[in-house]
């Protein structure tokens, strides 16, 4: 035997399947190797072994000519867990002999399947290769991560060339499919951030999406946010390592039996660790996905507008892409929610609230360099948080669907941690209960966005949805989450900056969040002990109304098995026995608007008699001022009793921008003695008003359009139509139809006609205006303005100053809820 037969043999033997096959299992049990060091470890010995099969009976040279073996795909990137495939492509240039080239394929695939790998493989040249790339997205992906093995070099090198240059020069073909093709896994496979048994490689936020990502990056169209992706990328890889070690098998699901194992391997404390560790990557993978195909999205766009507007602008360059204001310090660009140009977030403790609430209900993302700059540079709240600090997480919380991706971004940056430290025991905290659908914190948000569609039938949407958000807040502490809870909800309400009453109405609803469907399920209804027992817990109908819309809104946000019509109707059964009880022990309601005039308000009212036209001030309302009121302007109006008042003031408030926050209206009789007049009353109007953005109007300029709104000189309608079409109509959030009813045994002395209705430009002059059409008076309004929903009462009487007969009544909250509708 020559020496030349003596050296080929020995390689023979080394490259063999057991030699090979007893160095891997000796790498996997390597306890001090594991991580990416061994993963490379694995992807290097692979190599050797690969490249001794492909020498061998390579001729004198051992290398055949015209060809090279390449690893593609997670192999190509070095990323072999321990039952990983390999994905392998041999590559010819097409000049040998074809049976040659079989050959070759035989003595590198038989190999591997006798060892019981499983192996992806292809035999192509190149001009085959970037074919089958340009047909199937999945092979082109593959290639994107080519990696030479053995071989001629210049062969792989020359592929991983074109493929990239096919790949930037299809991006915009090619990106969009990309897209789809993650939204259908998504779609099929669930978030991994969520699931209790989820697929680390295909489900939403998994490794897939990692793949996906860098993908995008090759194009050179746009790049993913790269903190904190790498470090998700290698604890996915990691548990999945663990996971082909404990149970042998190249799964990727994570199933329940084999979490406490996997955690061992980790040397994690427990299974429910593991998932929370698991939980936070795929939030990490998840958000880098949503902004960078954001980014791909409108970098896409611009790129098919530009030629167009080349065109029409003669061949000039394109223009600023517009900025349309959405809040104060807020404004919409290119599809997303902005910081102003003038924004100050260090000196604006209050503007991530507020960006996150204008970006919410006009159902637009936060832009990544917002949420980035607010994390870094916006101030902290004092406690307790102002006013408008709370009004805009009511807002947020409100804005219903479109709060999810919002609030996501928020915690990305660890702005809602900042916010509400007890966050952080719930975040990212398993629920091992084949009922619940989602993790503890998401749940929490889910059922706020469900309680947003409830929001019409209670009296407070506002502690509505602060309860939602917090109902569940007790699961991060040991024993009963309900008591646990109970006590972290009135901390946080009174942090927030509730009154004491309110805090107390949260924390029972968070302490008695399972009290009706508990009862309704598993209780005698017909036992009066039953229901005094629910009516001792609750206390007034206000809470009662408050607990059913929970109870309702957390069942449908846990899932599918946790709400039916048959536990629906047991539980409104409930409801209306313990209504029954607790109005029953109600005390009489007082007469509306029985507190004496202020001493402004009788100058006003004189001086509005005397000159025989509208007379009003403005003066600015400070923190601390007052108890549980909104900041602001308060404005008080005084007008001679004549038709449109309400109608006109709020047109003219809605034309300078300015938000109702709250409003009263009262007729204030005149003494006779005060001289002839027109009038024999005054209508007062005390508002609190805040500036939608910018500088509070001058006082004199709001007079000079009440003066021509109630002469009929301004037409209000137009021009708020004429400002609605100026600006480019927003997908915004979808909310809750309006609801109009009348209030039984409301008052003695009028009909109360309760409205309740998503919060926008005009609804007030649009409710006045359909009470005026259906000639009746309106003796007294109480306005109020919690987050993004309007809760008002309208004191109306015929025009002989009576309450209004039944049928009258309903008619007239009809063609209030028809306008408001239309």
């Keep these: 035997m020559t020496s030349v037969d003596v050296d080929t043999a020995s390689e023979q033997e080394d490259s063999g399947p057991s030699g090979y096959a007893a160095a891997r299992l000796r790498l996997l049990q390597e306890e001090s190797r594991s991580g990416p060091p061994r993963r490379s470890a694995l992807a290097e010995l692979t190599d050797d072994w690969l490249a001794g099969l492909f020498r061998a009976g390579g001729g004198s040279s051992g ?3 015209g060809a090279a073996l390449v690893a593609v795909g997670g192999y190509g990137r070095g990323e072999l867990s321990p039952r990983s495939d390999l994905d392998l492509l041999l590559l010819h240039d097409g000049s040998g002999d074809p049976a040659e080239v079989a050959a070759l394929a035989d003595r590198l695939w038989y190999p591997v399947w006798d060892l019981g790998l499983a192996l992806d493989h292809s035999v192509r040249t190149p001009a085959e290769a970037r074919k089958t790339a340009g047909e199937d997205l999945k092979v082109h992906l593959g290639l994107l991560d080519a990696r030479h093995v053995a071989g001629d070099l210049g062969l792989t090198s020359a592929l991983r060339t074109a493929v990239l240059a096919d790949w930037r020069n299809q991006a915009p073909k090619r990106l969009p499919e990309l897209r789809e093709l993650c939204e259908e896994r998504a779609e099929r496979q669930g978030e991994l951030g969520h699931l209790l048994e989820p697929d680390l490689k295909e489900a939403r936020g998994g490794l897939r999406d990692v793949t996906a990502l860098r993908a995008v990056a090759a194009s050179w169209l746009a790049d993913a946010p790269r903190e904190g992706l790498a470090d998700a990328r290698r604890r996915l890889l990691d548990v999945r390592d663990a996971l082909h070690l404990a149970t042998g098998r190249a799964t990727d699901r994570l199933a329940l039996q084999e979490q406490d194992q ?9 299974a429910d660790t593991l998932l929370r560790q698991v939980y936070e990557a795929a939030r990490v993978v998840s958000y880098a996905s949503d902004v960078t195909w954001r980014e791909v999205g409108r970098v896409l766009r611009a790129r098919g507008a530009r030629p ?20 104060e310090g807020v404004v919409e660009q290119d599809g997303e929610a902005v910081l102003a140009r003038a924004a100050r977030p260090e000196r604006d403790p209050v503007l991530p609230l507020r960006a996150a609430a204008a970006a ?23 406690t307790p948080w102002p006013a408008e600090a709370r009004e805009q ?27 509400l430290p007890d966050w952080e025991r719930v975040r990212c905290r398993p629920q091992r209960n084949a009922v619940h659908t989602w993790t503890v914190d998401r749940h929490l948000v889910e059922t706020a966005v469900r309680a947003s569609e409830l929001t019409r039938r209670v009296g407070r949407p506002d502690l509505l949805l602060v309860a939602a958000l917090l109902h569940d807040i ?22 927030i900056g509730f009154d004491a009453a309110d805090v107390a109405v949260v924390a029972c609803l968070v302490r008695h969040h399972l009290l009706l469907v508990e009862t309704a399920t598993r209780r005698d209804l017909d036992d009066p002990a039953t229901v005094r027992g629910v009516a001792e817990a609750v206390r007034s109908v206000g809470t009662l109304e408050l607990l059913h819309a929970l109870t309702e809104a957390d069942a449908l946000a846990t899932g599918p098995a946790a709400w039916s019509a048959w536990r629906g109707a047991l539980v409104t059964d409930l409801v209306k026995r313990v209504a029954a009880v607790l109005s029953g022990d109600a005390p009489e309601e007082t007469a509306e608007n029985d507190a004496a005039p202020t001493a402004e308000q009788e100058r006003l009212a004189v001086e509005a008699f005397r000159t025989g036209g509208p007379v009003l001030s403005l003066r600015a309302r400070t923190e601390g001022e007052g108890e549980a009121e909104p900041l602001g302007v308060e404005l008080v109006v005084a007008v001679p009793d004549q038709p449109g008042v309400l109608s006109a003031v709020a047109g003219v408030l809605a034309l300078h921008r300015l938000a109702v926050r709250t409003a009263e209206l009262r007729e204030m009789p005149l003494p006779a003695d005060m001289g002839p007049g027109t009038a024999s009353s005054v209508q007062l109007l005390s508002w609190r008003v805040a500036a939608e953005y910018g500088s509070l109007p001058q006082a004199a300029r709001l007079r000079a359009d009440l003066v021509r709104a109630l002469d009929g000189s301004l037409d209000i309608e137009a021009r708020l139509a004429e400002r609605e079409a100026a600006y480019p109509r927003r997908r915004g959030t979808v909310a809750p139809p309006p609801r109009v009813t009348v209030a039984p045994a409301g008052s003695r002395l009028a009909t109360v006609i309760e409205v309740r209705a998503q919060d926008a430009p005009g609804l007030l002059h649009r409710i006045g205006r359909a009470l005026e059409e259906a000639g009746v008076a309106v003796r007294s309004a109480h306005v109020s303005t919690l987050g993004a929903n309007a809760v008002d009462a309208f004191y109306v009487t015929d025009v002989a100053g009576s309450p209004l007969a039944g049928e009258r009544a309903a008619g007239v909250a009809r063609g209030v809820e028809g306008a408001l509708r239309s």
């Design 63 to 65: 290398v055949p000519r």
């Design 262 to 270: 996997v955690a061992a391997e980790l040397g994690l404390l427990d």
């Design 360 to 382: 919410a209900q006009a159902g637009l993302p936060l832009s990544l360099h917002a949420v980035r700059r607010l994390a870094a540079t916006a101030g902290a709240l004092p």
């Design 308 to 327: 167009r507007l080349r065109a029409m602008l003669g061949g000039g360059r394109g223009a600023v892409a517009e900025r349309s204001p959405l809040a």
């Design 393 to 419: 997480l009511v807002t947020l919380l409100g804005a219903g669907r479109p709060t999810v991706p919002v609030w996501e971004a928020l915690e990305a940056e660890g702005i809602i941690t900042r916010l």
């Design 474 to 495: 007790g699961k991060g502490w040991p024993g009963d989450h309900s008591a646990a809870g109970e006590t972290i909800a009135r901390d946080v309400a009174a942090r």
